[in-house]
Structure formats: C-alpha cells, structure tokens
C-alpha cells in the first residue's frame, strides 16, 4: 500500500483510514444537508421574482421607507407627556425602518452590554472587597435563562408604577419625572439585561489571563491608575471583550422574545427579527420571498460581525503570547475612592441588572402583579407544572427532544473536534471548523423559516414527517432536534475541542505505536481522557436546548400536542392577562434545570462551568 | 527472560528516504544502515530532521520517496501498528487516566494476551527498570525519571523489532540525565536490542552510542563511532558541532601531493594533509590540542592573550591572532603559568591534530 495524495490532502492521513474519514464526513455531510443547503434553498427563492433571477425583493425592501428609512425618522426617543395629574419622560425610540432599526438596536445592545460586562468584570477580576463573595454568587444569577419572562419584569420595572421609578423617583428623588420606556428602547434594555453577562464572562476571563507581569512592568515605569487600564489592560482583554460583543451582537438581532414581549407598542415590531417571524405565524405569507430576502439581509449582518471577530481575534492573539505557568492574578485591594464607586454604582446597577431574574420567581409566586410589586402569594402555579396535563406535555416534549438532540450533538462535536483538531493540514479541516462554529452566526428564525422552505419543497424530504405542510404526519419534534442539533453545536463543540487540544497527540500516537488501531486509540485513549468535557457539552447543550426559543416557537408551534416549553410560554404571555405567572412557573422550572445542570457539571468536572444566558 | 531470546532484533535500513512538509523539504535523501544489536544515535541541531526520520521509523509518518527496510521485509508504508517499532516519546505519553500497570500492559492487552502471562511480562519489565512496587501508582505521582523508565517499560515490554528514543533525556535535570544515560545503556547491553536514539547533545551521544549519524538540514553529514566522528570530522559542520572547537577560515597558498601549506591572517601553516579540491578551506583544531609550551613536529602561532578563562578542572586561554581568535584548553596550571590578558602568547600545535577541510558553501 502506498501514500495516496488525494486521501492525504483531504483527510490528512496518507493512507485511508475509516474512522479519521467518517470524522470528517459525518459531520461535513449533517451540516450540509440540515444546515447549509436548507438555508441556499430558502435564500434561493429571494433572488427569483416571476420565475427569473432577478433582484426585485431587495429593491422593494431597500426601496420601502418601511424598510429602510435613513434620512426621515419618525418616532421620538424620548418625549415629556402628560400621564393621568403628572408628566413623564416616555422612551420609544426613533423608526429608521426595520433594516437600520434591527442594526441600530444591536448596535446600542452591545455598547450597553460591553460596559456593564466590562465594569463588573473588572472589579471582580482586580479588587478584593468585602462582600466579593456574595457579588460572586449574585453575578451568576443573571446567567440563568428564561425566555419571555424575564422581558415581562424588565416591562414592568420600567413603567411609570414600576421598580426604577419607586427607587428613583419616590424613595431618592433623582428624577424630575418618572419614566416609561416601551418600543425600541424597552426591546434595547431587556436585550442588554438578558445578555450582559457574555461579556462580562469573555471580560473576566480575559482580565484573569493577562500575565500580571506586564501590567507590574507598566507600573514599574511609571503607569498606574486609568492610564494604566487604558494603556495596558484594556488593550490586552480588548479580543476577548470584542468577543463576547459580537456575540451579543448577533443574538439581539435574531432575539425574538423582547419584540414579542414589547409588541403593545407597534415601534418594537419594526424589528427583522420579529418581521420574518410575524410573516411565519400569520400563515398565508409564508413563502413570501420577500421574507426570504430580509432573512439574507440579516443573515448577512450576523455574519458580517462573526467573520470581522473572528478575523480580528485571529489576528490578535498577543493575549496569550506570556510564557505559560501559573501566575497569581492581580488582586488589590479598593482605595476609598474605588470603594465608593464600587458599593454605590456597580454594585446597586448589578441588583437592578438581576432583578428580572428574581422578577420571575416573584411572578410564578404571586397571584398578579400591577403596581411596583407583585400581590398574593399562591402556590398554584408551581402546582400547575405537575398537575396540570398540557403544562407535563410541554416539559416531557422538551426533555425528550433536548434529550435525543445532545446525543447528536455530542456525535457530532466529538467527530469534528477529533477531526479538525487532530489532522491539521487536510484540506477539509478548516472547512469542517468553520462548518462547526457558523451556526452561531445563523439566527435561529432562519433556520426555522429555511427548514420550512426545504422540509416542504425538497425530496426526499418533502410530505415526509418533516415537512410542515404535510399537516396529517408533521412531527414538529424531528423537526426540533435537527434545529437543536445545529444550532447548539458550536458550543458543545468548544467545550470538546478545547479538551481535545489539552490531550497532547502523542499520547494517542503511543497506543498507535504500540499497536493499537485509530478506533482502538480513539476510545482507550481519547475518549475517557477528555470525558469531562464530553459532559460539559453535554450539560451545556442540554440546557440551551431545553430554553431555545426562535425555532421552538415558529416550527414547534404548528401543533399544540408536540410544543416545546418555549412555545407553551410564548403562547402563555401573549394570551389572557393572569398566564404570564404560569410562564414564570415554567421559567423558574427551566432555572432549576440549569441549577442543577451547573452544579452537576461542577461537580463532577471539578471545574468552572458557567453558561452564557442565550435563547 | 533475556528479550533477544524471545524476538528476533532486526537490522534498519533506510534508503534516500524525502519527506516533505508542504513547500519545505524535510528529508533530502537519508540512506542509514542500522545493525542487529546496536546502540545508533542520530544527532543534530533542531529541524535537521532526526525527529522526522524517527517517526517515518515508528511509522508514525510516511516518506515522500525512499525505502525503508527492517531486515529483508519492506516496511515503508507498514501502518505504525503494525510496524514493532515502538517509539518512547519526549514527553514519555504516558496515559495519566490509567496506572503504571495499565500503561505498561497496554501493549499487550491488545496482543490479547491471557491475564496471567500479561502480569508476569509487566513485572519483568517493572523490574528491569527498577520499579516494582509502584503497578497502582498514577503517572503524576511519579518523578520525570520514574515516568520515563515506565515510558521505556512500555515499549520494552511488546518485545519491539527495534526501540526508538526521542530526546529521553531532554527534559530531566542534569544530575538525573547522567544516571537514565548509564540506565539506559545497561538496559540495551543486557537485551541486546536495536536502539534508535535521537538527541541534539553532542557530549549524550558520545557517550551512549556505537554509531552516531550527524545530522544537518535534512542530509545525513557523517556516520561513525564516536571517536571517528570527533577525531576525524568529515566536514565543517560535523567539526563545529562536535564540542567546542577552533573553526579558522583559511586559503591554501601551496600544494604537495597530500600536503598542503595554508595562510590565514599573517600566519602561515605548512605540511598539513589535505586532499579537497577548493582552495578555500578551514583550519579545525581542538583546543585541548592545543599547547602552550613547545612540542615535537608542531606548528607555532604567536598572538596576544584575549582573555583567560578558568573552569576549575581546566582553564582556557583564548588568544588573538590577527582578527582571527583561538581557544587553547588545559588541565595545567602550571601551563597557563603567569599569562595575563594583553600579552604575548604562543600556541603550539602537533601538525597530526590540525585538519582541513574544504569550506562549506553558505
């Protein structure tokens, strides 16, 4: 037998070999068939218009002041009115148009986000301050996901009888007015409440790595305080800051939830996100290529931010460039200045930046909820989760579909992490890599509106289980899982990458050596060294699966025996008035999940997992 | 047991193996014959392609071109487990997730030994390495050294064709070096086992091997023992890289036959042997050659004293001569006498102790 080239400049391996060929095709092969060609088919119909390629959708969405308004705004960003004997500050939000609107509010998001993320990441990574402890304990808080629920609080924090006016306007007397903030601005303040802390974890992480010699030398010569930070510290965490930006970025462009939850007010629906999504539930304009072509629209800002971070990652990488060995972190402790700013700013803006989440526990607990605080304490919600039938349905359905969903994920994100990881120079490598991270740039609400497109129109495919439109045997659970499969993967696939790239290959080229085969070294070897991460992932998929919402409410809300908890919550808080509090029961049902999945994953890892808030 | 009773050793032959990386050629050709029994060592400065060619050995890697043979049998493209040359690696690979007995039984659980034979066989080689008693220990509850001797214990234990040693010293300290280099060797005296080792110290391979091939930039520059190949360089780069040595740039300005008269600087070197063909040339003399008193039949420099440098055991002196500077090394005080810096020196050299050798091409 001889080197043959073209299995070699694929695979990596001179000579064929079955399991190094599988972990590359499985996992190529389910990505382009459950992601990448769903996704052409349905962007394919946007670029046809009466049967010819034509680019007729994208003119009439950059051509409608609806769409795209960027010289006439109209709405207000805040305005004083009259509300019943007094006057308020409304907060609404100027309407460029659905396009700029979208960008806008990502745009705001992130700015918001980088600067809660970055201050209480700051502090906690450099100061040691009495109380740090329990700031520890109550950052983790925020990380816990429950769709919907969450927005209703910050809602209702936010009105004029709300939590921030009893604080700020009755009991401390620092506004003139009290406030309101509804449309774009609400949808702009719940995004960064749900999703600062992805920047403040990639922040932390990011301060805890700098080599504590380098800012120690900047002192040495002379630097220290702000010019310090700005010189030194700022610019080394900055890729990992950028980082847990853009990531930001993409999940409030695809973010459905605040849109839906602020529809009252008709500015929060000028959103993409919640657009494609409407045109999917009124029914009849599925198929609208129009449609199509917004999805392409924000498809392509969504990656435009992936592929810049990822470009300006790659080319800083100076972050790690240190020599390795352990280092103590710098830790000092506050001057009475920094003392100040951190009891009387950070931390006050950390327990209003927490509040939704506890929010939602008061909800579940509470009989209704109309001034500042919920009223009448009631067990009954709780009970309902296991009394009552259709609530058990939609946790059995979750659980069922999470369940079968990491299985493949774990297949998935082993093969391609063993693939792409292990045999650098095959052609196919990086291909598979960057196959396995994209779904992060793909919103959800496209997925969903591409699995319509091609479930329905492509065989073997169509008038199976799979198409939605075969309403007699649609089962929206399949349906379900492949979405889950793909959009989860690229976080379990981290977690078992970075395991794999801890296991140096001469321990499986040992056991090659001494004769065992790549299938044999694989599982002797391989496998059970990197166990741990093979259950962090799965932990980890486990939980975004069970609180995944764009696919759950737009495929998975077909029929009302197969929903999943996201959608039964949806429908929940935009039914009758009194439902939300059995959403927040379900939602303080998804933060047990959670709590008990990062506990066990803790546990048993004996290392730090945390997860990063998404929906 | 003796090893060599149960499986039969094999001769290594290596014939114009290439290898390539992409647009770099790793390996230009490298033809080795390896005997039955022998300790060879490749040695060589980092990315010369020992490493490389080790791996191709193990079968961890393919050749580009080239054959390799173990004995008579073509193995060039034999998969690595299939191959019997077990490699220990660098950085030992021990398995941290399995004990010191699993690791060593590895090997032979998937020959699918019965239990018992596979008990007796570890603890023959636990023995050999002189670490009985610690089969439950995990690998970070081990020393570099003992994990090292496990790493070799693994390997010796599936009865390899031929053992491959990857810089097994490197990442010992110096004390612990000394003794697995003696351990080493007594392990391959009493087995009688092929050994392949690779290591960039010249003064490791020296000491351990039969035969040293000198490596440079993926072409193989000498082959020999030891001593041949620090007595009697073959070539610029074999000379400088054996151990601090005088390297002088030179011309030869006459020929006679094998002998030559070369000048450097004001200085002129008659009736040295030489029979390259370019005219440009280099002087290597060892400075423990060197004297600093007169000597029969030898050539004589006088320069001025650069610095004087004193090791304890021995003390160099290094003289200018022109531009041109040169190390003397002896083990006599007495030699060195009253020298100082800024004075004149004489250096003795024994005509026999000088070799010239054609200039490398840069």
Redesign the interface.
Known sequence: ???NKWVERFFGT??PDGVVMTSFLFPLLYLLVFLVIPVLVMLLTAFVYNGHVSLYWFKSIFGSPYYFNPLHPSGFLVQLIPYGNQQIYLFSGWDFGVVINSILVSISVMILTTILGVSFAFVMARYDFPGKNIVRILLFVPLLVTPFVNVVVVQKMFLPNGLINWIFYQHLHLLPHPIWIEGLVGVIVAQSMTYYPIVYLNAYASFINIDPSLEEQAENLGSRGFHLFRTVTFPLALPGIAAGAALVGIFSLEDLAAPIVFQGSAIAKKLMSFQIYSSFVSGFAIGNPQMAALALVMLTIALIIFLTIRWYVGMKQYAMLSKGGRWKPRVAKPRPLQAAIIYLLVIPTLLITIFPQIGVILLAFSKRWYGTWPEGFTLSHMGSLLTQPDILRVIENSLLYSTVAIFIILLLSLTASYAAGRFKKARLAPILDSLATIPIAVPGIVIAMSYFFFFSTVPPFKGTALDPTNLLAFFPGAALILAYSIRRLPFAARSISAGIQQV?V??E?????????RW?ALT??LI??ILLNLLGGAMLSFVYCMSETSVGITLGSINSTWYPITAKMKELITSAVGSANLAAALGVFLMLVQILAIVLANVITKQRYSFIGLT | MVLHEVIEMVEVKLQDIVKRFGETVALKGISLDIKHGELFTMLGPSGCGKSTTLRIIAGLEYPDGGKLYFGDQDVTYLPSHQKGAVLVFQNYALWPHMSVFDNVAYGLRLKKMSKDEIRKKVEWALELIKLKGFEDRYPTQLSGGQQQRVAIARALVVEPKVLLLDEPLSNLDAKLRLEMRSEIRRIQRELGITVIYVTHDQEEAMAISDRIAVMNVGTVEQVGTPKEIYESPRTEFVASFMGKTNVIPAKVVERDGDHVTVEFESFRLDGLHYTGKSDNVVVVVRPERIRLKPTENAVSLTGTVDLIEYYGFFVEVIGLFGEVRMIARTISDREVGSLKPMQPVTFYINRGDIIVLPKEQL
């Open positions: 037998m001889a080197v001179p000579l140096h001469s321990l080229e040992a056991a090659i050596n001494l004769g065992a085969g044999k002797s070897i059970p060294m």
